[in-house]
């Protein structure tokens, strides 16, 4: 075989200092005088292969050396990171059948100085730990998966396939050069199954944004989460405005009473994390929110804690004004809020809690009484608590009762209003809703990316930290006509495949 050109020479020699314990011992020798003629590496002697042809000929370390030394290394770490990847999601299926194989094809790396065995070692641990954490993480958030492989779908399978082709190269390689030939149908098999299922999915990828310009739907509505918690402190007039000047439609809140029957804003049940409480009352701080009289809940600053512990980047841009007055709030009760979302011209929607109080029924009355003397029209509440609820109904039939739950089949009153986790909703139903006219609200929704997905589907209304950055969508992030879709998806396909088809052609001669 003639000699490479001299880059490719160098390329390989360069490559091959990095992987090959061999070469480097043999350069300290030669500078020493006790070697004068080139070195065949270990793993061929080590496993009494025949000396390489291009050792007789031309005497010097040539593009061979690179795939017997550098690639070796790195066509089994690739390897590696897939069967760890593969074992890790399908291990109680495929671990058993695999071993006889595993052992045949980490037969070679016994050849491998300590070096190249330890990083292939490292890489396993890493991979193993990546994905270990990954599960840990996410042990929540499977749940939204579906939705993200929605969102990601076509740039992902875009993605993979261009991984799985670049792969074809040092697989090609290793198949040229052992002689092993079960190892051979195996690799060849596993790899062609795969990108035969890669080359298919995207009969499987049913993105909502893959949909012409003119079907798609409105956009959602924004539900301020405990108004505009990125810009102001939760659940106080402040961050009331604040979801007005979003152009937010629904404040979102939770509602306590207080021990003198005052309906007050507040989601936890103690003051600790939103107040100074154990500032104030210090012996008091850990008692539940609804043992203090309104008169102690005003002595509060429900403000400043936002400044101090930073609960969203977006704190340290606030302006001196904003932090002023981020000092000055307060807890503020529901009368407030009322007639500052009837001001506003925007509803309100909330849940009372907690739930499992002995004096829950009391709750419902304080709350109910606060409502109706407002002067707020009954519309514009929007009322979330499940208990009592058919008493709310006959004392004020004009609130919209939104449900916490999908529909049953055997409903009798048919549901308006749902409001549920995004997670728990598919895109079918989703659009199924929209037909029959029932307005779905998503929750917590944050991300532009998961927006616009929702957008897509034609979800009616979202629940949001991020008011400020959803307002300024125009359009969804991305938007493609089926038909550009199959037209990437076919050039895709048949570019991976001529790639793959050049790679096994081109390293069969070389």
């Known amino acids: 075989?003639?000699?490479?050109?001299?880059?490719?020479?160098?390329?390989?020699?360069?490559?091959?200092?990095?992987?090959?314990?061999?070469?480097?011992?043999?350069?300290?020798?030669?500078?020493?005088?006790?070697?004068?003629?080139?070195?065949?590496?270990?793993?061929?002697?080590?496993?009494?292969?025949?000396?390489?042809?291009?050792?007789?000929?031309?005497?010097?370390?040539?593009?061979?050396?690179?795939?017997?030394?550098?690639?070796?290394?790195?066509?089994?770490?690739?390897?590696?990171?897939?069967?760890?990847?593969?074992?890790?999601?399908?291990?109680?299926?495929?671990?058993?059948?695999?071993?006889?194989?595993?052992?045949?094809?980490?037969?070679?790396?016994?050849?491998?100085?300590?070096?190249?065995?330890?990083?292939?070692?490292?890489?396993?641990?890493?991979?193993?730990?990546?994905?270990?954490?990954?599960?840990?993480?996410?042990?929540?958030?499977?749940?939204?998966?579906?939705?993200?492989?929605?969102?990601?779908?076509?740039?992902?399978?875009?993605?993979?396939?261009?991984?799985?082709?670049?792969?074809?190269?040092?697989?090609?390689?290793?198949?040229?050069?052992?002689?092993?030939?079960?190892?051979?149908?195996?690799?060849?098999?596993?790899?062609?199954?795969?990108?035969?299922?890669?080359?298919?999915?995207?009969?499987?990828?049913?993105?909502?944004?893959?949909?012409?310009?003119?079907?798609?739907?409105?956009k959602p509505a924004l539900?301020?989460?405990?108004?505009?918690?990125?810009?102001?402190?939760?659940?106080?007039?402040?961050?009331?405005?604040?979801?007005?000047?979003?152009?937010v439609q629904v404040f979102e809140t939770d509602v306590m009473v207080s021990a003198d029957g005052v309906p007050f804003l507040m989601h936890d049940e103690e003051l600790t994390r939103t107040t100074n409480v154990q500032a104030v009352f210090p012996e008091r701080a850990a008692l539940n929110s609804t043992t203090f009289n309104w008169t102690d809940l005003q002595q509060l600053d429900a403000g400043s804690w936002f400044l101090e512990r930073r609960p969203f980047p977006t704190v340290q841009s606030l302006s001196a004004g904003d932090r002023y007055q981020v000092t000055e709030q307060r807890i503020p009760s529901l009368e407030q809020v009322l007639e500052a979302a009837k001001q506003s011209n925007i509803s309100i929607m909330f849940d009372l809690r907690p739930e499992n109080h002995s004096d829950y029924q009391s709750f419902v009355n304080a709350t109910l009484e606060v409502i109706l003397q407002s002067g707020i029209p009954l519309q514009q509440v929007l009322w979330l608590p499940d208990g009592f609820r058919e008493q709310v109904k006959q004392q004020a039939p004009g609130i919209q009762q939104v449900y916490?739950?999908?529909?049953?089949?055997?409903?009798?009153?048919?549901?308006?209003?749902?409001?549920?986790?995004?997670?728990?909703?598919?895109?079918?139903?989703?659009?199924?809703?929209?037909?029959?006219?029932?307005?779905?609200?998503?929750?917590?929704?944050?991300?532009?990316?998961?927006?616009?997905?929702?957008?897509?589907?034609?979800?009616?209304?979202v629940t949001t930290n991020a008011c400020q950055v959803l307002k300024e969508m125009k359009h969804p992030i991305w938007l493609l006509p089926s038909s550009t879709y199959l037209m990437i998806w076919i050039v895709v396909d048949c570019t991976s495949f001529l790639a793959i088809l050049w790679a096994f052609l081109l390293l069969k001669y070389v």
């Open 1 to 218: 075989m003639a000699d490479p050109p001299g880059c490719c020479r160098s390329c390989a020699t360069c490559l091959l200092c990095l992987y090959s314990c061999q070469w480097i011992t043999a350069k300290k020798e030669k500078r020493k005088g006790l070697r004068t003629t080139k070195v065949i590496p270990r793993v061929m002697l080590s496993r009494g292969w025949p000396a390489p042809a291009w050792e007789a000929q031309s005497g010097d370390w040539g593009a061979e050396g690179f795939w017997l030394g550098g690639s070796l290394w790195l066509d089994w770490s690739l390897l590696l990171l897939i069967a760890t990847a593969v074992l890790i999601t399908y291990s109680a299926v495929l671990i058993l059948p695999a071993l006889p194989a595993c052992r045949m094809l980490c037969a070679p790396l016994t050849a491998l100085c300590p070096a190249p065995q330890t990083l292939l070692i490292l890489t396993a641990l890493v991979v193993a730990a990546a994905f270990i954490g990954l599960g840990i993480k996410w042990a929540e958030e499977w749940r939204s998966a579906r939705v993200s492989l929605q969102a990601t779908g076509p740039f992902l399978h875009i993605g993979i396939v261009g991984g799985m082709t670049l792969l074809a190269w040092p697989l090609a390689s290793f198949i040229y050069r052992t002689h092993n030939t079960g190892l051979k149908v195996f690799l060849l098999f596993v790899y062609c199954m795969v990108m035969i299922a890669l080359y298919l999915a995207p009969l499987g990828i049913t993105s909502p944004c893959i949909m012409e310009e003119n079907q798609l739907p409105p």
């Open 223 to 247: 539900v301020g989460h405990r108004g505009a918690p990125m810009l102001a402190p939760e659940n106080t007039l402040m961050s009331l405005y604040k979801a007005v000047d979003c152009d």
């Open 404 to 461: 916490g739950r999908k529909r049953l089949q055997n409903e009798k009153e048919p549901l308006l209003h749902v409001n549920l986790p995004y997670q728990d909703m598919s895109s079918e139903e989703i659009r199924q809703y929209r037909q029959d006219n029932i307005s779905v609200n998503l929750y917590v929704v944050n991300q532009p990316w998961l927006f616009s997905v929702l957008w897509c589907s034609g979800v009616s209304s």
